[in-house]
């Protein structure tokens, strides 16, 4: 007999014959030791016999297998088989009813990302680009800013790790690169000057960056003080917050990039007289629904909370003092509309400012963009771009090599971004050159943890928090230094804490972590170093019945397992019911301590795990402190203090339940929240068992339904349905 060197795809395409995808297929419905090999060997050899010297045909290799598992009396094996080449059949015809040529082998899901957000249509709206074609446009773009005689190199370079998803590069690369519009940055800070003509020069500005795409963020405490005097016009001030709302009320009027609604960061500091009305402006419903807000806290301030001292609230004009508060109660102000609403987040200035290398010279940094990942200076900007730590778990460990090798691409890429991305207005092309910062994160990490199977509410999980950002951000720096020798130092390298200590590097910043709500669906891959939302979901891609999907991990660690197959089809039942395997008595312990999802994990852990991730990050991290619904007011004030204590540079939480509408209920307790979805996507409804809304996967707040479209007032994640 010959041997089996091609098979013929359902296209018709002839490609090589892989014998480990039938193991694989094999291995998804029959769990026993190395009976995988030993089927996949005896339907080859049934499969030789049958062809006789011919080509098969995909059909023809998995009626073979059908028949090889019947025969050895996996009959419930058979079953599940027939029912996963159904399943496979759907996600075909899934594929044609899309329009989207699949040129990378994606998954549904990454094709409606991408098709929804990213492909090129014409002006019927048909697809015009594939994913690959996507990849390489993205790639060329950035690979021009290079010498001529190394372009294609670098080209080359920056395809495969975005085609491996291995790094992908922030949804602006997707969206713009090739274009004449080309605005690359994802994160902006705009000033807010105490004069009317400039406060509207803010909301124009505002209005020209998120028509490019841009999310905005804003200090307001230099605004004068609500009833304070104006010598101008003999009148009283409004106040910071009045001002707030025409923000607001502009960015609802421009459709961000075309793609979702605006989304802004206001910030205020703790010492501004109008503390008080900032902290409640979101409790009305409908008001600054554009806006995230946070409080600017000081180390002073947070000390007096401590102490129980009194706090002084300063006049911005005249720096006189207006009145003092008492710190705990203003701070229990805070921490009661968080616990009802999610808002305010808190911004710790001094700890933001104590590594700003440019303090000197460009001054503090007192705002940050909508997520708050990014502190910038007025008119600074940043682009983005994460590692999949997914793809780099082998043999239960990390392949150190090669991340290092992507983290040196990736940073070479976004540097490149700096000077290929075009600019909304000149204060910033000439900030974005002076400082080329560049904000290199992380996603998968939840997905990695399973991978090296550590819990990630514990001590070895923080560990490997600070282990891996530790070696991104080294090997991110260095590259910088290198960049520096060959292209030359930021503009703002003179006068800054780097100059001084003889540092020279290519940008002010290289880390930051970012929310990934898009990209890592684009990977497929949990977001940020958020813990995953639920172990299994639907996805109604067709029908709605839908398709049941399991997390691939778990259900690679269920299957390893010693229990049995009845067993293990009552796990996947059951966490189908509530995403969660936590309280399945016969489940190894193991397994239920290294699979936990956001609401297993206490909030301190939450906090903990931000703060090892900071510890490496130059820039800032997103991150979302998650509560069950039962949580106290004390709970969240200790979250806050923690938060602070371990130096994160801001803390944004989450309490279950604390906004109307919920998104996953349990069979048996209607009314009881157990956990949200990040499985979002436009077009395609994807949702756990019995959710009943959807919840923003960038930010995790609830999304509301305008004109058949649910929108994230909170960061302007948006998408529609069929």
């Not at 159904?86 to 991408?114: A, C, P, W, Y």
């Not at 294609?152 to 690169?177: L, N």
């Not at 979702?260 to 206001?266: D, L, V």
């Not at 020798?485 to 503009?491: L, M």
Request: hydrophobic share 40%; glycine share 8%.
């Amino acid at each position: 007999m010959t041997d089996l060197t091609k098979i013929i795809k359902r296209d018709g395409r002839v490609v090589a014959f892989d014998e480990n995808k039938i193991i694989a297929a094999i291995k998804a419905v029959v769990s026993y030791k190395h009976e995988p090999e030993r089927l996949t060997k005896i339907a080859i050899t049934i499969l030789k016999k049958g062809i006789n010297g011919d080509i098969p045909t995909v059909e023809q290799v998995q009626d073979v297998v059908e028949q090889v598992l019947m025969a050895a009396g996996h009959y419930e094996a058979a079953k599940n088989y027939i029912l996963y080449r159904e399943q496979h059949e759907t996600v075909r015809k899934t594929k044609e009813f899309m329009g989207v040529k699949d040129d990378l082998g994606l998954s549904i899901n990454q094709l409606k990302v991408l098709e929804n957000r990213f492909l090129r249509h014409d002006e019927m709206g048909k697809v015009i680009e594939t994913p690959k074609q996507l990849f390489r446009r993205v790639a060329k773009f950035i690979a021009l800013q290079e010498k001529p005689k190394e372009q294609k190199q670098w080209e080359e370079k920056f395809v495969e790790v975005i085609s491996k998803m291995e790094f992908v590069p922030g949804g602006t690369y997707f969206r713009g690169a090739g274009t004449k519009s080309a605005v690359l940055a994802n994160c902006f800070v705009l000033p807010v000057e105490d004069k009317m003509g400039e406060i509207f020069d803010a909301v124009k500005w505002l209005a020209l960056i998120q028509q490019a795409g841009g999310g905005t963020g804003f200090n307001f405490s230099k605004l004068r003080p609500k009833g304070d005097y104006v010598n101008s016009s003999g009148g009283f001030a409004t106040g910071p917050v009045s001002f707030m709302k025409v923000f607001d009320a502009a960015t609802g009027q421009v459709m961000q990039g075309g793609y979702r609604m605006g989304a802004n960061m206001g910030i205020l500091d703790v010492d501004h007289p109008d503390i008080a009305e900032f902290i409640t402006c979101k409790t009305e419903e409908g008001e600054i629904s554009n806006f995230n807000i946070s409080v600017g806290a000081t180390d002073k301030f947070m000390k007096a909370v401590k102490e129980n001292k009194d706090f002084e609230l300063v006049n911005p004009r005249t720096k006189e003092m207006v009145r003092t508060v008492k710190a705990r109660q203003l701070f229990s102000q805070m921490v009661n509309l968080s616990w009802r609403t999610g808002d305010p987040g808190m911004i710790f200035l001094d700890t933001i400012n104590k590594k700003n290398p440019v303090i000197k010279t460009l001054g503090p940094l007192m705002a940050t963009n909508p997520c708050g990942e990014q502190p910038l200076h007025p008119f600074d900007v940043c682009n983005l771009g994460s590692i999949n730590l997914a793809k780099f778990v082998v043999n239960n460990n990390i392949n150190w090599k090669r991340l290092e090798e992507v983290v040196r691409i990736a940073v070479r890429f976004l540097d490149d971004g700096v000077d290929a991305s075009r600019y909304p207005l000149e204060q910033i092309a000439k900030m974005a050159k002076g400082n080329r910062r560049i904000g290199l994160g992380i996603m998968g990490f939840a997905d990695m943890l399973y991978q090296l199977q550590v819990g990630y509410n514990s001590e070895e999980g923080v560990k490997w928090a600070e282990t891996v950002m530790k070696a991104v951000n080294k090997a991110g720096v260095d590259e910088s230094m290198r960049l520096a020798k060959e292209k030359g130092v930021f503009k703002n390298w003179k006068g800054s804490e780097y100059e001084k200590k003889g540092i020279k590097r290519r940008n002010l910043a290289v880390t930051t972590i970012a929310p990934t709500g898009t990209i890592s669906m684009v990977a497929d891959c949990s977001s940020g170093i958020e813990p995953n939302f639920a172990l299994a979901y639907i996805k109604n891609v067709i029908d709605d019945q839908g398709l049941h999907y399991v997390n691939p991990y778990f259900k690679a660690a269920v299957e390893e397992s010693n229990l049995t197959r009845e067993q293990k089809n009552d796990v996947y039942q059951r966490v189908a019911k509530t995403g969660q395997c936590n309280e399945i008595e016969y489940l190894p312990t193991k397994i239920k301590k290294v699979f936990v999802t956001a609401y297993d994990i206490k909030p301190e852990w939450h906090i903990k795990m931000q703060a090892g991730f900071q510890r490496y990050t130059e820039n800032a991290v997103s991150k979302t402190i998650n509560f069950p619904s039962e949580a106290s007011q004390t709970d969240i004030e200790k979250a806050y203090l923690l938060a602070w204590e371990l130096k994160c540079k801001g803390i944004t939480i989450y309490r279950s339940g604390s906004r109307e509408g919920q998104v996953l209920q349990s069979p048996e307790e209607e009314k009881k929240e157990v956990k949200k979805s990040p499985i979002m996507q436009s077009k395609i409804r994807i949702k756990p068992l019995k959710q009943k809304k959807d919840v923003c996967p960038e930010c995790g707040e609830m999304m509301e339904m305008v004109e058949g479209c649910a929108i994230c007032r909170k960061c302007g994640f948006s998408k529609c349905s069929i």
